[in-house]
T-cell receptor
Framework: NAGVTQTPKFRVLKTGQSMTLLCAQD?????MYWYRQDPGMGLRLIHY???????AKGEVPDGYNVSRLKKQNFLLGLESAAPSQTSVYFC?????????FGPGTRLTVL | SQQGEEDPQALSIQEGENATMNCSYK?????LQWYRQNSGRGLVHLIL?????REKHSGRLRVTLDTSKKSSSLLITASRAADTASYFC?????????????FGTGTRLKVLA
């Protein structure tokens, strides 16, 4: 099993550009999450999904959108990137309480 | 709002020594988890302790939970260079579902060979 995979691993954007981060899991988990990790801030929940076709806002949802069209995939979109969105993004999935994390995507917005 | 806060922020010890890191939180919780993050990698789950448990062991890991003080500690015994990583606590609330966990800012542990 690959577990949780994320694409891409690195990306540099210019302010105003858009992009989509892809998360895939092969563990048949119902729950999926997107976090961002910034120095000194820990992990903050952006959006999450409790099942296929459902999404909900987390702590810091502004500037991001998500979609969960298939159970195994969870997409995070940035419609108009801003320098404040420079961060490391982690996707995670879970069946119950234990989260399984992907390797992360390092995004820089210039 | 930040729920869990780890202490110390950074810790450097010699191989073979024990490492202790603490997590304090503000509101009542249902359970608390500890995760490890190696540099440049995702977080890996270590252990979960429920609010009705006081202590839990897993290999060289020992976790305690004191709900009256709203604090937890993670002890790594006989540390190894491979234990070098950041360690995070994540607290789960009493009123929300399985998705409501808040992560702390982490303790950076360095184990010197």
């Amino acid at each position: 099993n690959a577990g949780v995979t994320q694409t891409p691993k690195f990306r540099v954007l210019k302010t105003g550009q858009s992009m989509t981060l892809l998360c895939a899991q092969d563990m048949n988990h119902e729950y999926m999450y997107w976090y961002r990790q910034d120095p000194g801030m820990g992990l903050r929940l952006i959006h999450y999904s409790v099942g296929e076709g459902t999404t909900a806002k987390g702590e810091v949802p502004d500037g991001y959108n998500v979609s969960r069209l298939k159970k195994q995939n969870f997409l995070l979109g940035l419609e108009s990137a801003a320098p404040s969105q420079t961060s490391v993004y982690f996707c995670a999935s879970s069946r119950t309480r234990t989260r399984f994390f992907g390797p992360g995507t390092r995004l820089t917005v210039l | 709002s930040q729920q869990g806060e780890e202490d110390p922020q950074a810790l450097s010890i010699q191989e073979g020594e024990n490492a202790t890191m603490n997590c304090s939180y503000k509101t009542s919780i249902n359970n608390l988890q500890w995760y490890r993050q190696n540099s440049g990698r995702g977080l890996v789950h270590l252990i979960l302790i429920r609010s009705n448990e006081r202590e839990k062991h897993s290999g060289r890991l020992r976790v305690t939970l004191d709900t009256s003080k709203k604090s937890s500690s993670l002890l790594i015994t006989a540390s190894r260079a491979a234990d070098t990583a950041s360690y995070f606590c994540a607290t789960g609330g009493t009123t929300s579902g399985t998705y409501k966990y808040i992560f702390g800012t982490g303790t950076r542990l360095k184990v010197l060979a």
